[in-house]
């Protein structure tokens, strides 16, 4: 059955010492939406992922997800709750196995059973890393390592996955990949929270977006009404 859970992010903010990377970021997620965040590099894009993830201190700011308040969260329980990341950059292990570094993701040792399903699973939806399985995950393409990444943060059968710029350093044609790969987890009833430079799989791949700029929300709507806006056509996509 599809899940039932919303996100609520409200003020969040991020400092590193005195730099307020992020200042009082607010918005929501429905079960099921996809939401963009976009903005040129340093607007705060991960610092507000990370943040929302646990993986940097929440100098402010409240985090929910359905009836629970995860505001003092460690990533570790954001993945308990079933919300899941894809970081920037893939880091997967190259010198380990693509199986290995699923199962990295998975449950803890013991879990034998449930592991196999959500490799099953994985396998299922990536198929090319069923067959890539015992090489090392250096051998594998850019493409396929962003593939690995997002199948990593499935193991733990999240309902909401957080993707960090994953369209970083791929083709034009690897782009199109991952937006059929995003696609793909919209239609199985996940919720998305995408973070990304490129505005056009952004908004390919969602409904909504956010623009962030110098830490802060300077727009948010529809991605057809943003499309239309003069301000986002010259400073996001290039017309
Ligand atoms: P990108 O994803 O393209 O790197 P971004 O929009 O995600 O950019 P952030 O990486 O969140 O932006 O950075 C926001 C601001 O915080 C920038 O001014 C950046 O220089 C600063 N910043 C990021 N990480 C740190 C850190 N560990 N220490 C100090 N300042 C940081």
Known sequence: PPHTRQLRVEDLSVRYGGVRAVESVSFSIAPGEALGIIGA???????????????????????????????????HTMVRHGIGYVPEGRHVFSGLSVEKNLLLGGYSRG??????????????????????????????????????????????KPSLVLLDEPSMGLSPKLVEEILDILTGLRAAGLSLLLVEQNA????????????????????????????????????????
């Open 111 to 156: 879990w034998r059973k449930a592991n196999q399903e959500a490799l099953d699973g994985v396998y299922a939806r990536f198929p090319v890393l069923a067959e890539m399985a015992g090489r090392p995950a250096g051998a594998l393409s850019g493409g396929q390592q962003q593939m690995l990444a997002i199948g990593r943060a499935l193991m733990p």
């Open 41 to 75: 590099n340093g607007a705060g894009k991960t610092s507000t992922l990370r943040a929302l993830m646990g993986l940097v201190p929440r100098a402010a700011g409240t985090v929910r997800y359905g009836e629970r308040n995860l505001t003092k969260a460690s990533a």
């Open 200 to 239: 056009e799989l952004a908004f390919g791949a969602t409904g909504r977006c956010l623009v962030m700029e110098n830490g802060r929300v300077v727009m948010e709507g529809d991605v057809a009404r943003l499309r239309a806006d003069d301000r986002v056509q010259r400073s996001y996509l290039g017309l």
